[in-house]
Structures are given as C-alpha cells and as structure tokens.
Nanobody, 120 residues
C-alpha cells in the first residue's frame, strides 16, 4: 500500500558530500515522523536522524554538525544532506516513515536501502 523509494547514494571521497532522498507514495493520509537509519557490514542498524512533521530534528552524535535532515510534507519526501563524509559513514542507508493510511491506521514503513561508500 505504501512504498518508500530512496535515491542519491553512491561512492564519494572522504570530505565529500551526498544528498539522499526518500519519497513515499501510496494510500497515504499523513506522515508523522520520518527518519534515516544505516547499517554497516557486521553491525546493527543504527539511527542517523529523525524529523517530525513539524520539523523537530534529532541526530546521532556521530553525525551532528555534518548531516542535515529535512522534509517536504507536500511531496511526502525526506532528505539527508551529508557533508564532510568519513569512511566510517560507509553503510546502507534506510529511510523510515510512520505513515497514517487513508484507513486511519498507522504503520511503520522502510525503504529498500541505498549504499553510501566513502573511500579514496
């Protein structure tokens, strides 16, 4: 019923920048919080950043000052601007959204993931 499609991943050198996008589509009435998580090889998935519908944000300590999360409620889209990237930022990045469907039930959805590799 709802799909989250991520884009913008890729290979970048240390110190570089990337911008991830995640667009939600389907039988959406509204979206509460949206967020980005990441999972590096051999590690558990971890929170990167979240943003409420009213644009209150929360960041992992490891990305504060380097990453910025934002959203466009009209487009049901969340963005992650990543600057000053480090090799330890290498991971698969997943989009997450708390979606209120047209039926008024709320469900948690995940995107398929997009690879970010930071390497020289």
């Amino acid at each position: 019923q709802v799909q989250l499609v991520e884009s913008g991943g890729g290979l970048v050198q240390p110190g570089g920048s990337l911008r991830l996008s995640c667009a939600a589509s389907g039988s959406i009435f509204s979206i509460n919080a949206m967020g980005w998580y990441r999972q590096a090889p051999g590690k558990q998935r971890e929170l990167v950043a979240t943003i409420t519908r009213g644009s209150s944000t929360n960041y992992a300590d490891s990305v504060k000052g380097r990453f910025t999360i934002s959203r466009d409620n009209a487009k049901n889209t969340v963005y992650l601007q990543m600057n000053s990237l480090k090799p330890e930022d290498t991971a698969v990045y997943y989009c997450n959204a708390d979606v209120i469907l047209a039926t008024m039930f709320s469900y948690d959805y995940w995107g398929q993931g997009t690879q970010v590799t930071v390497s020289s």
